[in-house]
């Protein structure tokens, strides 16, 4: 396994926006799926959106139509755009990226909401 380069997040008021960016290792080939998780204190780490390599993106119920995932192949990066942001939303984000052979994580951006 290797190591995310994760960047963004911080501390936003209740209908704000937030943009999270990602970058693989030069290590990294053959990306298949990329995604984001979050985690809130007290809280199992949960899925918020994935992407295919195809572009194919997938999304939890309570993000839907105010987060968009996004990823550049070439660049190797994913990103997070969150907008109308909830305090239900404050919770460490962690990008993930999967090949046939290896899976990687970001070291976590804390997203604070301010009701």
């Given amino acids: 396994q290797g190591q995310l380069v994760q960047s963004g997040g911080g501390l936003v008021q209740a209908g704000g ?7 693989a290792p ?9 995604g984001w998780y979050r985690q809130a204190p007290g809280e199992q780490r949960e899925i918020v959106a994935t992407i ?3 572009g194919r993106t997938n999304y939890a119920d309570f993000v839907k139509d105010r987060f968009t995932i996004s ?10 755009q969150m907008n109308s942001l909830k305090p239900e939303d404050t919770a460490v984000y962690y990008c993930n990226m999967k090949t046939t052979i290896n899976t990687y994580w970001g070291q976590g951006t804390r997203v604070t909401v301010s009701s």
Avoid: G, P, Q, W
């Avoid at 926006?17 to 970058?23: H, V």
């Avoid at 990823?71 to 997070?80: I, S």
């Fill in 71 to 80: 990823r550049d192949n070439a660049k190797k990066t994913v990103n997070l």
């Fill in 17 to 23: 926006s937030l943009r999270l960016s990602c970058a």
């Fill in 26 to 34: 030069r290590s990294a080939y053959s990306i298949n799926s990329m």
């Fill in 52 to 54: 295919t390599k195809e």
